[in-house]
């Protein structure tokens, strides 16, 4: 059963680096992590089990064909479909297609309702297949074409259906899917089942649906190439590991907007406050996701469906820097990490091209420029939505669906001002607890998902409503 007690303090311990070297930084494990991955006892340090992995790790087969694939350096070409092309996700891809039309072109865009935006990427890049959400903004599309002097008009689409379709155009080589939220999971599917490659920037597609996901991959063949900075770290710290070696994931995280905070005063917390974000540019919903560290509680279990590792060993630790953006080690102890500038077109870049290296006018990583790096165990009192991620990961199946659609309505309702920070993981905390009643860890369904996914939203506005924390 899921036990959700009030967790134990982690008292932060602090790694300073006055003079940097990379042998400091990267040398000894002790320096990332914090005494122990939340509610877990010491991990094993001998052996990790691993489960099935939705990135291609872990297998013989993953490194012949990664290699066979690094090989054929000179003839590449991707052909990239988006959803949500108008977002930062998307409009970050497209700078990568822009500045290397040699290697990467365009052949589907989804996106919603800012047609004056995708009027401009489909002139520029004219894809095949493009989607709005709603029907009325078909015509208005098409309009702003025409008035653009655009005369070979893409295939042009609404709604799921036209999501859809530029999820499977079948020249598409890789899908990138950068809708937020579990609204994403449906097109993604549709694209595994038409055999695309995915580029994962979606990371409810794994956390609300890994158990139906999985197997989905395995029986179509394909594979996810993480597209967030974390996971395309950590994935690109594991190219080359034998499938035994690894031992322990790393996942850094900024702290957010309130890690420099005493947690006694994030009573005073306004929405403004919690979009201010040290030292990434994203959007709302995450940023705030950021704030409460539950961004990096699903992470965790995102991580556990790409790579493959067991809740143990897998330990979250504050950065604040933001320059190494996760690491693994191995049996022999050995860190391996990932560094570079905050920037998101470099995991996406990635994660279309794996397993090439794009050459690219980016600001090269300069370590004396950096001056120092930090590392800090996460206070669980300061950031219970943490603890209550590697709870509801650890319970499995139909948990994390209900744990990721509580905090998507939680984050919503807390934007706009109908409830208080500190409401945030309360109103989570009690829909997951409800759930035990109906949860599910066999068999588990793409139905399932959904119908716990809409539970937990309308149990969200209750637990709210019933615990009086909606705000006049």
Known sequence: SLSLEPKPKLEPRTTSMQTITLALALGAAAAFSPAAAPRAGRRSALKMSLSPAAAPVNTPKALEETLKAALNEADWHQKLSLLGSTGSIGTQTLDIVRERPDRFSVVGLAAGDNVELLAEQIKEFSPQVVSVRSPDSVGKLKDALSGMGVSKMPEIMAGEEGISAVATVPDADSVVTGIVGVAGLLPTID????????????????????????????????????????????????????????????????????????????????VADALKHPNWDMGAKITVDSATMMNKGLEVIEAHYLFGAGYDNIEAVIHPQSIIHSAVETHDTSVIAQLGWPDMRLPLLYSVSFPHRVKMSYESLDLVKVGQMTFKAPDLNKYPCLGLAYDAGRVG????????????????????????????????????????????????????????????????????????????
Request: one cysteine or more; aromatic letters at 4%; glycine letters at 6%.
């Open 191 to 270: 694209a595994i089942k038409a055999k695309k490659s995915i580029a994962l920037a979606n990371k409810e597609t794994l956390i609300s649906g890994g158990p139906v996901i999985l197997p989905l991959l395995e029986e179509h063949g394909v594979t996810m190439i993480p597209a967030d900075s974390e996971h395309s770290a950590i994935f690109q710290c594991m190219q080359g590991l034998p499938p035994n070696g690894l031992k322990k994931i790393i996942l850094t995280a900024s702290g957010g907007a309130f890690r420099d905070w005493d947690a006694a005063d994030l009573h005073k917390v306004t």
């Open 397 to 472: 199946g139909t948990m994390t669906a209900a744990l990721n659609a509580a905090n998507e309505r939680a984050n919503e309702l807390f934007r706009n001002e109908k409830i208080g920070y500190l409401a945030i993981p309360k109103v989570i905390e009690e829909t997951i607890q409800a759930h035990e009643a109906d949860l599910k860890t066999s068999d588990v369904q793409l139905e399932d998902i959904v119908q716990v996914d809409e539970w937990a939203r309308d149990r969200v506005d209750e637990a709210a409503k019933n615990a009086k924390l909606v705000v006049a």
